[in-house]
């Protein structure tokens, strides 16, 4: 046997019939909660070239981790490759995914269902919004591209961080396609098929699970006298036996009483919750709100990797230099909090959840929770 050092992590020789093997991960690394399926996929991919007949028996964790987490130009597009494959893969129709909605064309999208489609004409870009996968900067960004905007002092925004979240989220400020009938009329239609085939597409997306329970705790963890009046007094009285609910958030919260994580999910789950209307934005499924198999994306970003995927994103677009992301938050919600929020949750309604999240968890690239069921 031959040891091999480089860059502080020991390689073995092989035999030549196993030339092709993919080098192993010490195990001080696969079991970082930093390391996902798709991080151990682009390592497999990438360390094919680096050394073919070599695999690794021991790293210290911080040089290995550096080597990755660099994020080379190669690892970078291997990741967008192997996100875009999948959502291709599985919009096909002899897929083993079906969920509705999943053959229209665009053109059969009714234009209210576009609304999350921000469109940037200076710079040739689209952006689909997501809700709770980093919107609010996102469209800080978007607002800063297209110049439109003035603050105070009557020039155009050019930080982010100046732009009030509030300002950030009124539809008035952003143009999107469900604008556009209104201001093209018959031309609308060709106008959005020409812009989606030259201008650059991208969106962010998250794990499903964990974007309910940070939707959630946005919006009923904490008083929120307009999701309250919405939905909280409706899921109280149908699924806490609260026939005559306070008539505000701030008394209900007063009165000790909440709505727990799994009304929410009863809620989600009742046929009659879309019967009377559609989902809100906030836990509406993210390729109902974005269309994954009519548009195709050029750049598909993640909250899980937000840092170096907003990084790529603005390297692609060529704006690295003129625009900074806005840092991120640090409370936000974590993947290993799952297990603690659904405790509650029948594994019967985790299972039906799942059926009902699961074209976002396989179109992203997302795991079933097993530990969950």
């Known amino acids: 046997m031959m040891l091999h050092i480089q860059d502080g992590i020991h390689y073995r020789q092989i035999s030549s019939e196993n030339a092709l093997s993919t080098p192993a991960l010490p195990a001080s690394v696969v079991f970082s909660e930093r390391w996902t399926s798709e991080d ?23 040089n290995l981790t550096h080597m990755f987490m660099q994020s080379s130009s190669k690892n970078l597009k291997l990741r967008q490759a192997r996100r875009k494959r999948i959502i291709k893969e599985l919009c096909q129709a002899n897929s083993s ?22 469109v940037d004409d200076r710079h040739g870009v689209i952006y689909c919004f997501v809700p709770k996968v980093a919107c609010t900067n996102w469209k800080r960004i978007m607002i800063v591209l297209s110049q439109k905007l003035k603050a105070p002092d009557g020039a155009p925004y050019l930080d982010p961080l100046d732009i009030p979240s509030a ?41 499903p699970f964990v974007r309910l329970i940070s939707a959630f705790r946005n919006k009923f963890a904490l008083p929120n006298e307009d999701f309250y009046k919405q939905f909280g007094s409706t899921m109280l009285q149908r699924y806490a036996n609260i026939s005559q609910p306070p008539t505000s958030a701030q008394e209900a919260f ?7 994580f799994t009304h929410f999910i009863k809620y989600l789950l009742d046929p009659q919750t879309e019967k009377e ?14 269309h994954p198999c009519q548009i195709d994306y050029d750049f598909v970003g993640k909250l899980e990797t937000l ?11 060529g704006l690295s230099n003129q625009i900074r992301f806005p840092p991120g938050y640090r409370n936000r919600t974590a993947v ?11 594994v019967a309604d ?6 009902l999240y699961e074209a976002d968890f396989r179109l992203f690239g997302y795991n079933k929770p097993e530990t969950l069921f």
């Open 97 to 118: 995914l079906i969920f509705p909605g999943k053959f229209r064309t665009f053109d059969q999208i009714p234009s209210k269902e576009l609304d999350h489609l921000i």
């Open 254 to 260: 007063s009165a000790g009483i909440r709505l727990s």
């Open 167 to 207: 300002l950030s989220h009124n539809a008035t400020v952003h143009l999107t396609f469900n604008k556009f009938w209104r201001l093209f009329g018959h031309f609308s239609r060709p106008l959005m098929h020409h812009k989606l085939k030259n201008y650059t597409k991208f969106l962010f997306v998250r794990d």
């Open 307 to 317: 840092h170096e995927d907003t990084e790529h994103l603005l390297k692609i677009l």
């Open 336 to 346: 290993k909090w799952e297990r603690e929020w659904f405790a509650n949750v029948s």
């Open 277 to 290: 209307k559609p989902f809100n934005e906030h836990w509406q499924q993210m390729h109902r709100l974005c």
């Open 40 to 62: 151990l996929f682009i390592w497999k991919e990438s360390s094919r070239s680096v050394k073919p007949n070599l695999t690794i028996i021991s790293a210290h964790p911080n």
């Open 350 to 355: 985790r299972r039906k959840l799942y059926s």
